[in-house]
Structure formats: C-alpha cells, structure tokens
C-alpha cells in the first residue's frame, strides 16, 4: 500500500483533521506501544499499520 492511499484511508475514516491528530498522539499497543507516525517513521509497511488501526477502532471490513 502507498503512503498516499494510506493516508486518504485515514481522512476518510477519521476526517481530515483528526487524522493527523490520531497518527501523533494516539499510542496503540498493536504497534508495539508506538504511534502511527512512529511506526512508519521506524519502517513499518503502510499497509501493516493500516490493518493495526483497523484492528484497534472497528474499522468496517467494506472500508478494509
């Protein structure tokens, strides 16, 4: 998955604005006790950490 569709998957889920806010702040065990942005900052595959948010806020399986 490119970073791009990554993150208009985060914006359509969260909105634009909380995107960005969830990507810094909200820490998830699913990525090893690390943030979105740390967690791809430190090389995780987009499309890992996607399914690490899914996981983490009920993403809708359509929306997967």
């Not at 969830?22 to 740390?38: I, N, S, Y």
């Not at 987009?46 to 983490?56: E, F, I, M, P, T």
């Amino acid at each position: 998955m490119r970073l791009t569709i990554f993150w208009e998957r985060m914006a359509d889920h969260f909105g634009t604005g909380y995107a960005e806010s969830f990507a810094k702040d909200h820490v998830m065990a699913e990525l090893g006790g690390r943030t979105v942005r740390e967690a791809l900052d430190a090389g995780w595959e987009a499309k890992d950490v996607w399914r690490a948010v899914c996981s983490a806020v009920g993403v809708p399986a359509e929306k997967r």
